[in-house]
Protein backbone atom coordinates (compact mmCIF):
# COMPACT_ATOMS: atom_id res chain seq x y z
CA UNK A 1 0.00 0.00 0.00
CA UNK A 2 1.47 3.27 -0.98
CA UNK A 3 0.49 5.91 1.31
CA UNK A 4 1.08 3.46 4.59
CA UNK A 5 4.80 3.42 3.19
CA UNK A 6 4.48 7.09 2.05
CA UNK A 7 3.47 7.40 5.76
CA UNK A 8 6.27 5.48 7.53
CA UNK A 9 9.08 7.10 5.03
CA UNK A 10 8.01 10.50 6.09
CA UNK A 11 7.73 10.52 9.58
CA UNK A 12 10.20 10.17 12.04
CA UNK A 13 10.90 6.99 14.63
CA UNK A 14 9.41 8.69 17.13
CA UNK A 15 5.96 9.13 15.40
CA UNK A 16 6.46 5.96 13.97
CA UNK A 17 6.43 4.11 17.14
CA UNK A 18 3.57 6.00 18.40
CA UNK A 19 0.93 5.25 15.36
CA UNK A 20 1.87 1.98 15.80
CA UNK A 21 0.85 1.85 19.83
CA UNK A 22 -2.07 3.45 18.68
CA UNK A 23 -3.12 1.10 16.19
CA UNK A 24 -2.30 -1.50 18.67
CA UNK A 25 -4.64 0.01 21.44
CA UNK A 26 -7.39 0.50 18.79
CA UNK A 27 -7.24 -3.27 17.44
CA UNK A 28 -5.27 -2.43 14.26
CA UNK A 29 -2.12 -3.87 13.29
CA UNK A 30 0.14 -0.90 11.19
CA UNK A 31 3.34 -1.02 9.23
CA UNK A 32 4.94 0.21 6.13
CA UNK A 33 2.94 -2.25 3.75
CA UNK A 34 -0.54 -1.67 5.33
CA UNK A 35 -3.04 -1.25 8.48
CA UNK A 36 -5.08 -4.37 9.06
CA UNK A 37 -7.67 -4.82 12.10
CA UNK A 38 -7.15 -7.79 14.39
CA UNK A 39 -9.50 -10.07 15.05
CA UNK A 40 -10.78 -11.10 18.84
CA UNK A 41 -8.89 -14.84 17.76
CA UNK A 42 -5.61 -11.87 16.67
CA UNK A 43 -5.96 -12.86 13.16
CA UNK A 44 -5.24 -10.09 10.83
CA UNK A 45 -7.96 -8.66 8.22
CA UNK A 46 -7.28 -8.13 4.63
CA UNK A 47 -5.66 -4.96 4.26
CA UNK A 48 -8.14 -2.05 4.83
CA UNK A 49 -8.42 0.32 2.08
CA UNK A 50 -6.40 3.16 1.92
CA UNK A 51 -6.45 6.22 -0.23
CA UNK A 52 -4.42 8.60 1.29
CA UNK A 53 -1.94 9.19 4.52
CA UNK A 54 -5.70 11.14 5.44
CA UNK A 55 -7.22 7.63 6.14
CA UNK A 56 -4.65 6.13 7.97
CA UNK A 57 -5.18 8.49 10.59
CA UNK A 58 -8.76 8.47 10.45
CA UNK A 59 -8.42 4.98 11.08
CA UNK A 60 -6.62 5.68 14.53
CA UNK A 61 -8.58 8.43 15.03
CA UNK A 62 -6.05 10.81 15.23
CA UNK A 63 -5.62 14.47 13.91
CA UNK A 64 -3.71 14.59 10.23
CA UNK A 65 -0.01 15.29 10.48
CA UNK A 66 1.55 16.77 7.48
CA UNK A 67 4.79 15.33 6.60
CA UNK A 68 6.32 18.41 7.67
CA UNK A 69 4.94 18.48 10.98
CA UNK A 70 5.74 14.90 11.82
CA UNK A 71 8.85 15.33 14.06
CA UNK A 72 7.78 15.03 17.79
Same mark, same amino acid.
Given at each position: QY???LLYFTGND? +??RHMRIVAQEKG???NEYSIQKVGSTGVLSK? +??VQ???DIF???QMDYLAPDQRNM
Amino acid at each position: QYYCELLYFTGNDQ +LNRHMRIVAQEKGYKLNEYSIQKVGSTGVLSKP +LAVQSEEDIFDYLQMDYLAPDQRNM
